[in-house]
């Protein structure tokens, strides 16, 4: 990406374009006195072009422009990607593009900043310019396009993703131009040999691209988040290029290219400042395209964005989890009933809920007699906190949280197992996200199911919701081959009844624009004896399954049996996305 320069030989004068043409400079630019005395004053004979600092200074201000320039542009490439994940699904190949796209663009922007050389200091300015107003409006542009736009079909279907790859080879180009532009200035400051000029602008590169990486997860995405910290760094970007060229290199430009590039840096930080002023406005606008006018709880956790919707005047209570509809008002209670009493048949004195932070499931639970202790790990204390606070969704959740025999703990379901107690409980529900969302890949694995494994009791069940069966067969029989993997006897089970709309598999598209899943697929497993999925005599009285309706769910599974599929492991997942 960096356009090398050729050593300088000792003697004859070289030849640098300047705004006003060739210029050739005397022997003192190469000569003894370069690094001296005369080096260090403004406009010195060792400076190509004349400077309203000393050398030494410029040169230190060329390389912090390089820093923020890096760590910018690292937070542009980051943000495409977070964008990537949330609007359009936690896709490894989705990220993998935007990656590869971005860096073969700056290759090209690379090679094609060559032909503006000559014109170095101007070139530079007007390429910050652009990446600040691309940069940082892209994530505003996304999330237009994907609210008011998702749901249109037909050649909008996939609108989003190709805005996301533009943007992406956009900011690429940029980005990409931006180092042998560099590389010219720096060396008209003073000229130096090729290795040390890359050397200086690879360390100030590398060490702005660290800070920006580490600004974004930690700084600007939970306190700004995404629409906000990518106008601020936009306007950081425009800030930084103009000063750059306007302070350092002005006598290197025009006055009508200063004039020119002035105005542009101050309407490009308009229209951000003015974007930033109204991101609220335009957030909450979005978010009624996306889910309608009935939007009571929207909040950022440190760990997803979590937003409610009904829930009063009659209106079913939806939840999603950062974008993805985790459970409707509409239809789950179909859906509980049919992941939890199933496993509950035997003895269910100790219960292990893996995920179910909205207490849905703890609550099918707790119907049964005879249950002593539910304990449940759950990642996000967003979700625990509003399952026990919100009034919808704790009436919905009888309050199970709140139950004495209920005890959350807020940690990742993998790491909490590997030092749960062995042999610990007689029922293990695991309640969580699609395998498909790379995130929860993990979950769904062989180790993680051998983890699983060892904290049931002899003769205990798991218990695992796998998707759905109709429209991702192979995902919900890879899962099966992972238990059966793992040492656990399986049957599988499917439920219909789901009602259409948000998908809530690894997508996340509107309504209409995804393929709508109709039923869940559940596999019930236990270490010793096949299970046979069967309701308790003992039980409650279910609304929505009975032990006819689940011998024909079993055999309406089994129609849909996808054979000889490989498991998936922490290694080698192989769920699709």
Partial sequence: MIDRQAPVPPGPAQTWDGPDGPRADGPLADGPLADGPLADGPGDAGSVVPLPVRQGTGRWLVLAGVFVCAACGLVYELELVALATYLMGDSIAQTSVVLSVMVFAMGIGSLAAKRLRRHAAAGFGAIEAALALVGGGSAMALYAVFAWTGDWGGMWADGPRCLLVAFSLATGLLIGAEVPLLMELIQRIRRQDAGGAVADLSAADYVGALVGGLAFPFLLLPVLGQLTGALITGAVNAVVGGALVLGLFRHDLSRPARRLLLTANICVLTLLASAAVLVDDFER?????????????????????????????????????????????????????????????????????????????????????GVRRVDVVALDPGVVRLARTDPALSRLNARSLDDPRVHVVTADAFDWLRTA????????????????????????????????????????????????????PRDFWTLDATLRAAGLRTTAYRVRGRQAGYAAGPDRRPPGGARAHRDWGFVLAADRHTPRPRLDPAGPRLRTLTDASLAAD??????????????????HPRYSD
């Avoid at 079993?554 to 290694?571: D, F, H, M």
């Fill in 285 to 369: 606008a979005a978010r009624h395209a996306l889910y309608g006018a009935d939007v009571r709880v929207a909040v950022h956790t440190d760990v997803q964005e979590v937003l409610l919707t009904g829930g009063r005047d009659g209106r079913p209570l939806n939840l999603f989890l950062d974008g993805r509809l985790r459970f409707s008002g509409r239809d789950e209670l179909r859906y509980h009933e049919a992941l939890v009493h199933p496993a509950m048949t035997g003895r269910h004195a100790r219960v292990l809920v893996l995920g179910g932070g909205d207490g849905l499931a703890a609550r099918e639970v707790l119907r049964h007699p």
């Fill in 554 to 571: 079993v055999r309406a599974a089994e129609r849909t049996r996808v054979a000889g599929l490989p498991p998936s492991t922490l290694v």
């Fill in 421 to 472: 107690p062995t042999a610990a409980y007689d029922v293990v529900v695991s309640d969580l996200p699609h395998p498909g969302i790379t995130a929860s890949t993990k979950l769904y694995a062989q180790e993680f199911y051998g983890l699983a494994r060892q904290v049931l009791a002899p003769g205990g069940r798991l218990v695992v919701h796998g998707g759905a069966v109709e429209s991702r």
